[in-house]
């Protein structure tokens, strides 16, 4: 079920970060959580601060950026964005460039659903020691919109990991195999 949002839909309080991000991984990974402020100062979920980044590496090589409008995924030099769907239509293909775009609807999702989405995608990029990104194009009669500025593309993230037992997530356009 969606949530009505006012204005940002990506709005997240600590108790959602923190309930999604520790109930959801294991204790080893939650015990390399490293909660950023936008100052760049270190705190935990139960301190004062709004938090900006939660990093799972000290190097943050593996990370997430919140704002209202905005979430990022980092991973090895890579970001994946995920935009409110209200403020697509401001975006340039400067802004995407070279970057993996998610083009499902985040306003028609509840914020469990979206921490649930990135924590299900973060989990893909465990122990990722390099991603190789492979950018389509999207037929022209797609679902996926078109915008004044920028155009849909579908991706393939190629994950290199130590793991044997290879899988595969799609994410609306966005296909992770690990």
Known sequence: MSEKYEEYCMKFSKKELKDIFCGKFNEELCSKIICITG????????????????????????????????????????????????????????????????????????HRQMLDMFADIILCFIGATDVQVIQRDVPKESVYRRYNYYDPYTFIINVKNDCANRQSQVFANITINF
């Open 39 to 110: 100052d760049g100062s270190k705190i935990d979920f139960d301190s004062d601060g709004r938090i900006e980044t939660i990093a799972f590496d000290e190097n943050e090589n593996l990370a997430i950026m919140f704002w209202e409008y905005q979430t990022s995924i980092y991973v090895c030099g890579k970001e994946l964005m995920f935009i409110d769907d209200d403020f697509k239509g401001t975006y340039t293909s400067s802004d995407v460039f070279d970057n993996v775009v998610y083009e499902g609807c985040m306003r028609g999702m509840s």
